[in-house]
């Protein structure tokens, strides 16, 4: 063993003997979307008592419970029921809701209703309403119509907010709150309120117009600004920098708005209620890392829309969810068989939706609740999936559902304390991501297809992947991939040289290190500051029309969409893959360089591969870092993923492959589903085991 591996080891064993020793106390885990009290793991859904007559709740409470949901979210689009005229409040039925639950024993979660204010609100003081682009004002009744910029609706929101956690900030049937509705999509409001707002907040990053000018280089096109109150909000194209401001400043919009909700649930509701938001994977509308910050734990609502689960890329999304705070997550909503609103809305195939389940918990979720109960007779989601129909009385989709809650509640406990430990991360930057997607130079770029080809290589090749901030501590990583790391500054560089420094592999992928954090071109070539460890850089980049052969050892292939000329300057670099005869100016140049810097390694590969050359240097990038498999060998199709803490191992396989598959286990595990010991298993389509290997 090298010194450098003997050294990511022991990274390895510390950061496996922190999560493995976290509370071993059944009761009382340290991991936060495990509510204290109740099962590890939990099902529920959303209901919306508001819509029926209170003689049917229990009705439904009934059933519920005989399906084994525990948990529901309730209340976050209830606004004209909780506040039917202005400072005018009623939240006697909600609390009978909540009590009515809890006889059943459904805890709740309660939603704050700001994506829907009411009528009365909207009409009187229409200064709430959102302004679109065009300069049209939006009108009521649909949702998120509001301005998340107006001071007017703040306060409204806070009134509200403040007046539902009074009430239920003590009840000890609330286990917590989202926040919103999904972030009302980070629409904002196109008025003159938002644009001062986005200008004093110019003011107060940039300090000076000079400044501003200089990083903007506002010579180009006569764009210097000689007073901030002359900034727009950029509709279409504008300059980068702006646009990428103006992202940014959704981002902080949309905090702010969060944390003026959170700050009046934290002054009258138990510390013991956590606070979430619901969010939407790769919705790209504001940056994440910021938003679920102050959140006690992210949450997502996980959709397949139209056609059936691809799981990788819903499995990447579970980890991209779990990386924004690092740590396990809920599935706030997911779908009931169907959805309503995509081109052809078919249903889940019998079985499917409880392999989703099953591979939201095995990614790090600790709840999985359907989105809804039962629909509303009226409004805009009469077609949506629910278990329930418009009778009262459940449709053949509640079984799936009850079962797969069975089994939740049977095998809870075994993952008690138990989170996903990667030794495997993918760095994601909303800057990076959105820099690209503003000039994309080619259509068929798409930063995220990339992302998810490096996760579907390196994901059966580790059994375990996280998707974290390129900021994010890389410690524990024996391996760590950057698809296209766009926006690279220098304190990122220095954080990613610390990491390569110290014994980590650092793997850069196209279009990496090209814009400082002000989406100005770096004056260095790709990779900017990290040219001097690579020993190499970028020459030119080309949108390819067509694809280019390339080959060395990985094996021969194709490279696709974009390819990097590389050159090599280092004695010590390797060069892994070279461009076959294209535009002339490719023939024969490097296509992906690596060279150990410190006790680590950094590699960039400069174009898009086939899936036969990235499956090669997926092999080749978990061989050379000493990745480990999580779980060990499984057959194609078969998912194998791992929780680890409290002493314990849990493995979850889900077999995805239209015919059966036979899993032999590496020595005698217990079959928590079947609740016997074994050592190999035999999976159906959509087939699931739970192993408990303590
Ligand atoms: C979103 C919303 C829900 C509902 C579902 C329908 O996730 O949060 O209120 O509209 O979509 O799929």
């Known amino acids: 063993m090298s010194s450098s591996s003997i050294i990511r080891t022991f990274w390895w064993s510390v950061l496996f003997v922190a999560v493995s020793s976290v509370a071993q106390n059944p009761t009382t885990s340290s991991i936060p979307t495990q509510i204290p009290g109740q099962n590890a793991i939990l099902m529920g859904a959303a209901w919306y008592p508001e819509q029926w007559p209170e003689s049917r709740w229990e009705d439904d409470l009934k059933l519920m419970e005989a399906a084994n949901l525990k948990v529901v979210r309730i209340a976050e689009f209830a606004w004209s029921r909780m506040e039917p005229s202005e400072g005018h409040y009623d939240l006697d039925w909600l609390e009978r809701a909540i009590s009515l639950a809890a006889k059943h024993h459904i805890v709740s979660v309660v939603g704050t209703p700001t994506a829907t204010p009411p009528a009365w609100l909207t009409q009187k003081y229409p200064d709430v309403l959102r302004v679109e682009s065009n300069g049209q004002r939006v009108t009521h009744g649909n949702r998120a119509h509001a301005s998340a910029t107006s001071p007017r609706y703040r306060e409204f929101c806070r009134q509200i907010v403040e ?56 010579q180009y096109w006569s764009e210097a ?54 969010l939407m994977g790769f919705f790209d509308g504001f940056d994440h890392y910021p938003i679920t910050e102050s959140l006690t734990f992210a949450s997502w609502d996980d959709y397949v829309g139209s056609g059936h689960v691809d799981p990788a890329f819903n499995g990447l999304t579970h980890d991209l969810t779990r990386g924004f705070k690092r740590e396990n997550f809920w599935v706030m909503e997911t779908q009931p068989g169907a959805v309503n609103w995509h081109a052809v809305n078919n249903f889940l195939n019998r079985g499917e939706a409880r392999a989703m389940a099953w591979q939201a918990i095995a990614h790090g979720a600790d709840d999985v609740n359907y989105w809804q109960w039962r629909s509303a007779l009226n409004g805009q989601e009469q077609y949506h999936g629910t278990l329930v129909g418009p009778d009262g009385t459940p449709v053949p989709f509640y079984d799936e559902v009850s079962q797969a809650a069975r089994e939740f509640a049977q095998v809870e406990s075994a993952f008690r304390d138990t989170r996903v430990v990667s030794q495997v991360a993918l760095l994601y930057s909303y800057d990076s991501h959105w820099a690209i997607q503003f000039q994309k130079h080619t259509e068929k770029y798409n930063d995220n297809a990339l992302l998810k080809s490096y996760y579907a290589a390196l994901r059966p090749r580790a059994q375990s992947v996280d998707v974290v901030s390129a900021y994010a501590p890389l410690d524990g ?39 400082d954090e002000f989406n100005a071109l770096l004056t260095q070539r790709q990779p900017g500051f990290l040219v001097d460890a690579l020993g190499g850089r970028v020459e030119q980049y080309y949108a390819l029309e067509k694809d280019v052969p390339a080959s060395g050892s990985w094996g021969n292939g194709n490279a696709s969409i974009w390819a990097e000329q590389l050159k090599s300057s280092a004695t010590d670099d390797e060069i892994l893959l070279k461009y076959g005869k294209s535009n002339g100016w490719l023939d024969d140049q490097p296509a992906a360089i690596s060279r150990p810097y410190g006790k680590g390694r950094i590699t960039y590969i400069a174009t898009i591969l086939d899936d036969k050359l990235m499956a090669a240097a997926a092999d080749w990038m978990i061989q050379k870092s000493g990745v480990a498999l999580a779980f060990g060998k499984v057959p194609d199709g078969v998912e194998a993923s791992r929780r680890i803490g409290g002493g314990k191992q849990v493995y979850v396989l889900i077999n995805y492959a239209d015919d059966p598959r036979h899993v032999n286990l590496s020595h005698p595990m217990q079959l928590l589903l079947e609740n016997k010991r074994g050592d190999a298993v035999d999976l159906p389509r959509y087939g699931v085991a739970v192993l408990l290997d303590k």
Not at 184 to 191: E, F, H, I, P, T
Not at 230 to 258: C, S
């Open 163 to 218: 007046k539902m956690a009074v009430r239920f900030g003590h009840n000890p049937n609330v286990v917590g709150w989202q926040i919103d509705n999904e972030y009302g999509y980070a629409l904002m409001s196109y008025d003159d309120e938002a644009r001062k707002q986005f200008q004093d907040w110019l003011a107060a990053k940039y300090k000076t117009l000079d400044n501003l000018n200089n990083h903007w280089t506002t």
């Open 225 to 278: 600004y000689d007073n901030w109150s002359e900034i727009p909000i950029p509709v279409g194209g504008h300059n980068p920098a702006l646009m990428l401001e103006w992202k940014r400043f959704i981002t902080r919009t949309w905090t702010d708005y969060q944390q003026n909700q959170i700050d009046v649930i934290r002054k009258h509701a138990d510390p013991r209620q956590f606070i979430t938001g619901n």
């Open 477 to 515: 990583y024996k391996l760590v991939v950057a698809p296209s790391l766009n926006v690279l500054p220098k304190d990122l560089a220095d954080h990613l040289l610390e990491y390569v420094k110290n014994g980590g592999h650092l793997v850069l992928g196209p279009r990496s290190g090209m814009k």
